[in-house]
């Protein structure tokens, strides 16, 4: 008995299925799955408006178990046609897949009332199947890059900001006191932070001469330092692009040397 072509294994067509998206099946398949991830993000989200859920629970709840089992096989599957399943299980789109369907199984081992809170947690949790459509962002890969290239800049920026909040901050809780709303250094940092990203809720706001002038000086460095981050991104994917453009043009002279 002849063993088959390692490549006319079934392990190796649903890998070309399944992980290929340079053939008319892989992108067929990536197709399905995009569609398969937004009904359900659709449904999750319907689901979560009351006299809908109320009236078509039942209806839902059959709509909820069939993508749960289709993405169960499709991690299945992924596990059985990987050539290291243990790397894509560990992975970042490894772990994506399981958050997505794992919550479903959890809730329907948690049948304590007691522990409602926990599955509509878990529930909500299936939410994170966005992060599935990740995959199929092209340049996603290039923001990723830039954010990692990017986390010291980022780092030393929000150390800065934290300490200029909490000096903000305790600054008001000096000048203001708790009977203008500033009952503790904490929440007068809450008020810096809400100030300095001018998003500016206003439920709490100084009200002396001297704390007015400060809340003044904290939104105008707001307004400031928020293009700080921008730009440091921005900087970092324009080298990105640049160096994916140069990879692409060394790779096409090879092509046609």
């Known amino acids: 008995m002849t063993m088959p072509h390692p490549e006319e294994s079934l392990r190796y067509k649903l890998y070309v299925i399944i992980f290929r998206t340079d053939t008319p099946a892989g992108r067929a398949f990536d197709i399905a799955l995009i569609v398969t991830i937004l009904a359900s993000l659709f449904v999750l989200i319907m689901g979560s408006i009351g006299h809908i859920a109320e009236d078509y629970a039942f209806e839902l709840g059959k709509i909820e178990l069939t993508f749960t089992v289709l993405f169960t096989i499709e991690y299945l599957l992924r596990l059985y046609c990987s050539p290291k399943p243990w790397a894509y299980a560990k992975s970042f789109y490894g772990i994506v897949d399981l958050v997505a369907i794992l919550p479903f199984y959890i809730a329907l081992l948690i049948a304590d009332a007691h522990f409602l809170g926990v599955v509509r947690l878990l529930r909500v949790m299936r939410i994170f199947r966005i992060l599935k459509l990740v995959k199929f962002i092209q340049d996603s890969n290039v923001i990723m890059r830039s954010l990692w290239n990017s986390r010291r800049k980022i780092f030393v920026f929000f150390s800065m900001v934290a300490i200029l909040v909490t000096i903000f901050g305790a600054l008001l809780y000096v000048i203001e006191g708790p009977e203008n709303g500033f009952t503790s250094i904490p929440t007068s940092i ?68």
Do not use: F
């Open 190 to 257: 809450y008020w810096a932070i809400v100030t300095i990203t001018t998003v500016g809720y206003g439920d709490i706001s100084p009200v002396t001469p001297i704390g007015r002038a400060i809340a003044s000086l904290t939104m105008l460095l707001g307004y400031s330092i928020l293009a700080v981050p921008t730009g440091i991104i921005t900087a970092e994917m324009s080298q990105e692009l640049k160096e994916q453009k140069k990879e692409y043009r060394d790779h096409r002279n090879l092509v046609m040397c």
